[in-house]
């Protein structure tokens, strides 16, 4: 168990929705990443989070965003779902920038139909 | 931007030595990573390189030679526990400083363990 918890663990949702995943980092941990998980693609770095700022943007599309509230867990949104969309959304943390480890959760699976 | 290549599937038996390996390119480096993922799970941190030279965790070891861009995670004394994907990942300065460091994986390295 990393200490990075992650909900729900599953979703199944419709094209053209839009859902919420939620992350609360490991305790004293400042820095949130998301990452997205499929099949052909890999592991690939979405976008960072430090002490509530934006810090990194990877591969994030613009129909995601993403914020880290002030008590430092964060929520990934996805909007207008497409099925590509559908993978494991994990969450790590760590305790700052340019850390020598980052922590991932358990993931959420997506499915869109 | 940022390449990291590793083999898609090896195989090896209990028991025995298995050297993965990882070449990756990269627009500035900050660090190689070892992450042993199982199926549907999350990935778990194994290693960390900066600097070149040979890192031992027990039967895990991890090499780096910055000028050849190249790592590989040695595992030593193979159970079939170890049976997982082996992602190597990159810190790239691209992604790093003033606290920022998203990792670039790589697309991983499917292990076998056969008894």
């Known amino acids: 168990d990393s200490g990075v918890t992650q909900t729900p663990k599953h979703l199944i949702t419709a094209t053209g929705q839009r859902v919420t995943l939620r992350c609360s980092p490991r305790?004293?941990?400042?820095?949130v990443y998301w990452y997205q998980q499929s099949l052909d693609q890999g592991l690939q770095f979405l976008i960072q989070y430090y002490n509530g700022e934006e810090r990194a943007k990877g591969n994030i599309l613009e129909r995601f965003s993403a914020q880290q509230f002030p008590d430092l867990h964060s929520e990934l949104n996805l909007s207008s779902l497409e099925l590509g969309d559908s993978a494991l959304y994990f969450c790590?943390?760590?305790?700052?920038?340019?850390?020598?480890?980052?922590?991932f959760g358990p993931g959420t699976r997506l499915l869109v139909l | 931007g940022q390449n990291i290549d590793q083999p898609t599937e090896m195989t090896a038996t209990e028991g025995a030595i298995v050297q993965i390996n990882c070449t990756y390119q990269?627009?500035?480096?900050?660090?190689l990573f070892w992450y042993q993922q199982h199926a549907g799970e999350a990935p778990t941190f194994l290693s960390y390189?900066?600097?070149?030279g040979l890192e031992e965790k027990g039967r895990f070891s991890s090499f780096l030679s910055r000028s050849k861009g190249y790592s590989y995670l040695l595992l030593k004394e193979l159970q079939m526990k170890d049976s997982a994907s082996y992602l190597c990942?990159?810190?790239?300065?691209?992604?790093?400083?003033?606290?920022?460091?998203?990792?670039?994986f790589g697309k991983g390295t499917h292990l076998i363990i056969q008894p």
């Open positions: 990942a990159v810190r790239d300065t691209m992604y790093s400083g003033g606290g920022a460091d998203g990792l670039t």
């Open positions: 990269t627009s500035g480096f900050n660090g």
């Open positions: 305790s004293g941990d400042l820095s």
């Open positions: 390189n900066v600097l070149d």
């Open positions: 790590a943390s760590s305790v700052a920038g340019a850390a020598k480890t980052q922590y």
